[in-house]
Nanobody, 116 residues
Framework: QVQLVESGGGLVQAGGSLRLSCAASGSLSRISSMGWERQAPGKQRELVARIILGGGTTNYAGSVKGRFTISRDNAKNTVYLQMNSLKPEDAAVYYC?????????WGPGTRVTISS
């Protein structure tokens, strides 16, 4: 089992920045990759960014590439999502995810609100 807890969401003006954090606990050695997904009202959940823990390879959704950065701190068992140049369309609930073998885990989510 893996437990994930997100933090760092809130209200920010368009053009501003936020950093989301995801603290992981549990069977950490089994996690192969972690990521951030988001879901806006009335829309499907989408993958925003993902990082392979072994080699650090990252990938991003086209809509956030160049603005968002996913990173990890192995010592703190934490993954971050640095979000810059935020746009109104980035407003959503952001969920941290972890993949272990064939199982996915998600945190409860943290809400990001963008004011224009």
């Amino acid at each position: 089992q893996v437990q994930l807890v997100e933090s760092g969401g809130g209200l920010v003006q368009a053009g501003g920045s936020l950093r989301l954090s995801c603290a992981a606990s549990g069977s950490l050695s089994r996690i192969s990759s972690m990521g951030w997904e988001r879901q806006a009202p009335g829309k499907q959940r989408e993958l925003v960014a993902r990082i392979i823990l072994g080699g650090g390879t990252t990938n991003y959704a086209g809509s956030v590439k160049g603005r968002f950065t996913i990173s990890r701190d192995n010592a703190k068992n934490t993954v971050y999502l640095q979000m810059n140049s935020l746009k109104p369309e980035d407003a959503a609930v952001y969920y941290c995810s972890a993949l272990t073998g064939g199982n996915y885990y998600w945190g409860p989510g943290t809400r990001v609100t963008i004011s224009s």
